[in-house]
């Protein structure tokens, strides 16, 4: 059974930093490309990081410079380091694994950036 489990969301005031995990387990974590996607109130998902097969990495713009995303392949967890954080980078973070066909989601962390 596939799990990915997110945690270290919460609420922070801006500019403040979080740090997001996420662990997976059931697939072979050094098979699939993981990043992290988020959804706010009324706004499609969109991808916010995200490492490629080949082990590139993309940025959603806004977070250019600000987000860092890694992996640790001996802990299976995939890392979301998010600094100077803005209001409108509010919304419920996901975490996601795809090989080909396959895409798993992880149920998601709410982060709230609000003084």
């Known amino acids: 059974q596939v799990q990915l489990v997110e945690s270290g969301g919460g609420l922070v005031q801006p500019g403040g930093s979080l740090r997001l995990s996420c662990v997976a387990s059931g697939i072979s974590f050094t098979s699939y490309a993981m990043g992290w996607y988020r959804q706010a109130p009324g706004q499609q998902r969109e991808l916010v990081a995200a490492f490629t097969r080949g082990g590139s990495t993309n940025y959603l713009e806004s977070v250019q410079g600000r987000f860092t995303i890694s992996r640790d392949n001996t802990k299976n967890t995939v890392y979301l380091q998010m600094n100077s954080l803005k209001p409108e980078d509010t919304a419920v973070y996901y975490c996601?694994?795809?090989?080909?066909?396959?895409?798993?989601w992880g149920q998601g962390t709410q982060v709230t950036v609000s003084s």
């Open positions: 996601n694994a795809v090989r080909g066909s396959w895409h798993y």
